[in-house]
């Protein structure tokens, strides 16, 4: 069991923690008031068209666009695995879905700035299926976001093996470089960018960009990027309200033994298992689409995949719970 003092430890509000809560608050802030309180009043159609309604329909579906991203399944494995990764080393790990955020939300941002400013061979390249630049960065996001969660996964599984007395063996000491790479929160921002490469939720924005700024004269380009902010606003507090409540349940330590080997396999399974899902998932379409592979590739390319994030958040946390649960009554029936 764990002293009190570690538990004020892990329960104190670190001025790195203060950090991160202001800058997610700030997004809402410039976002929300640029749009509701400069952006309507004055009347410039960000929607493609004139009216207050439609002006805020296209604050609220940036917003949406951002909270609904966050629940992607390879974000939420991503942060979850490394989450746990940090945590089981007594390493700071609560903001490891702020950075991620983060880093994805400046694609976005960039990628619409370049919209805004009249880059329209972007928003045409990103329209267009068959271009070259949505066929690299249908490769590179993908691809990065596979491996990556394949090697955090090995990494997980190796450490939750040496935790039970097994040797790390030569899988855990060649990803000794990854895990030097990845050792605190601030490096999920470099994960958080390659992951964004892949554009899908930038396309969106853009087409949002793109329809409320079809004309530079009608819509300045303070107003065009009230959208990315709001996208970054709802991605960056969704995600790193996942990785604080799962650094929580990483942390928490089970009051027996018994139990607690049970809640660290069941929790580490969990997430390593969706991991390799994903990740398998996502390369199978790569090869697929870029090399025309057959046997089972095709298969495992058209599982969806879109919903399983949310799955995936709801049996972590049951899982927590029910641990939580089940250690209570164990104590009720031993006082």
Not at 104 to 133: E, K, Q, Y
Not at 220 to 241: H, I, K, Q
Not at 322 to 327: F, H, R, S, W, Y
């Amino acid at each position: 069991m764990t002293s009190l003092a570690e538990d004020r430890s892990r329960t104190r509000v670190t001025p790195g923690t203060v950090g991160v809560i202001s800058v997610i608050v700030l997004l809402h802030l410039i976002g929300w008031g640029v749009l509701v309180g400069l952006v309507i009043p004055a009347g410039i159609p960000l929607g493609g068209s004139g009216g207050t309604l439609v002006a805020l329909g296209a604050g609220l579906t940036a917003y949406a666009l951002g909270v609904r991203h966050a629940f992607d399944a390879d974000h939420i494995a991503a942060i979850d695995n490394t989450t746990r990764r940090l945590a089981e080393r007594g390493r700071p790990s609560h903001t490891v879905g702020f950075w991620f955020s983060l880093g994805h939300s400046t694609i976005v941002v960039v990628l619409c700035v370049l919209l805004t400013f009249g880059i329209s061979a972007i928003g045409t390249s990103l329209a267009d299926d068959s271009s070259a630049l949505r066929t690299w960065t249908g490769v590179i996001g993908p691809t990065v976001s596979g491996v990556f969660l394949l090697v955090i996964a090995a990494i997980n599984i190796a450490s939750l093996r040496r935790r039970h007395g097994h040797a790390g063996g030569p899988v855990l000491r060649l990803l000794g470089p990854f895990e030097k790479a990845v050792d605190r929160p601030s490096r999920m921002y470099v994960v958080g960018l390659l992951f964004g490469l892949g554009f899908d939720t930038a396309t969106e924005i853009g087409l949002l960009a793109l329809a409320g700024a079809a004309t530079l004269v009608a819509v300045p380009w303070w107003a065009a990027l009230t959208l990315p902010v709001l996208f970054a606003a709802g991605m960056s507090a969704f995600d790193t309200t996942q990785g604080a409540i799962m650094r929580r349940a990483y942390t928490w330590q089970p009051g027996r033994r018994s139990i607690g080997e049970v809640y660290a396999i069941a929790m580490t399974g969990f997430s390593v298992v969706a991991a390799v899902l994903i990740a398998i998932v996502q390369l199978s379409d790569v090869l697929v689409a870029n090399l025309g592979l057959g046997g089972p590739l095709p298969w495992l390319a058209s599982v969806g995949i879109d919903d399983l994030g949310f799955a995936l958040t709801g049996l972590l946390l049951a899982t927590w719970i029910a641990v939580l649960l089940l250690t209570r009554g164990a104590r009720t029936r031993t006082a």
